[in-house]
């Protein structure tokens, strides 16, 4: 039993290069999330999915765009990256809204 | 949109010192979580908690739901308590849990 795992673990990219971060669960969660995080920030939320084919945007969606095609999989894409994106990304599932399992973290670099 | 409010935002303390980091929010929940997260690492939940008192280890965690506040106090703080230290409120909507900023902890030696 994996949990919550991300893929790529790191990643540098140019101004404009585009790119997909992949989350994947084996615990058969409806929900799940990608978030940003920043310093000084927090945690914020970029998009949400309540289930397989189902996505909803977040606080912080501008520049990002999701898709759910299989239930245990939430896949994150960035078109045409900018340097705003610089951050760490974090996917997360859960059984019900109430709590969260988190992966452990993509950090992308954008120059 | 509910406001969630950690102090302090930073906190260095030595080793064996109680520690107290406080959580309030604005608008009324169904639970809190107090996360865990070290340099470089993941994000790990401490407690879920609705009403009153929990306890594990040395780790201690508060709400007051009127108040609208939560605390989490660490006993007999250790250097491995270094992290950063997240409130984070369940306001029962689809879109999960609401984050506040964090309480970046040091413990010395």
């Known amino acids: 039993n994996a949990g919550v795992t991300q893929t790529p673990k790191f990643r540098v990219l140019k101004t404009g290069q585009s790119m997909t971060l992949l989350c994947a669960q084996d615990m058969n969660h409806e929900y799940m999330y990608w978030y940003r995080q920043d310093p000084g920030m927090g945690l914020r939320l970029i998009h949400y999915s309540v289930g397989e084919g189902t996505t909803a945007k977040g606080e912080v969606p501008d520049g990002y765009n999701v898709s759910r095609l299989k239930k245990q999989n939430f896949l994150l894409g960035l078109e045409s990256a900018a340097p705003s994106q610089t951050s760490v990304y974090f996917c997360?599932?859960?059984?019900?809204?109430?709590?969260?399992?988190f992966g452990p973290g993509t950090r992308l670099t954008v120059t | 949109k509910n406001e969630v409010e950690q102090s302090p935002q930073n906190l260095t303390a030595q080793e064996g010192e109680f520690i107290t980091i406080n959580c309030s929010y604005s608008v009324g929940i169904s639970a809190l979580h107090w996360l865990q997260q070290h340099p470089g690492g993941g994000i790990v939940s401490l407690f879920m908690l609705s009403s009153g008192k929990k306890k594990h280890g040395r780790l201690i965690a508060t709400i007051n739901i009127q108040e609208k506040h939560s605390s989490l106090h660490i006993t007999a703080s250790h250097p491995r308590d270094s992290a950063v230290y997240i409130c984070a409120v369940v306001g029962g909507g689809a879109d999960g849990l609401t984050f506040g900023k964090g309480t970046h902890l040091i413990i010395q030696p």
């Open positions: 997360a599932s859960s059984r019900t809204t109430y709590e969260q399992y």
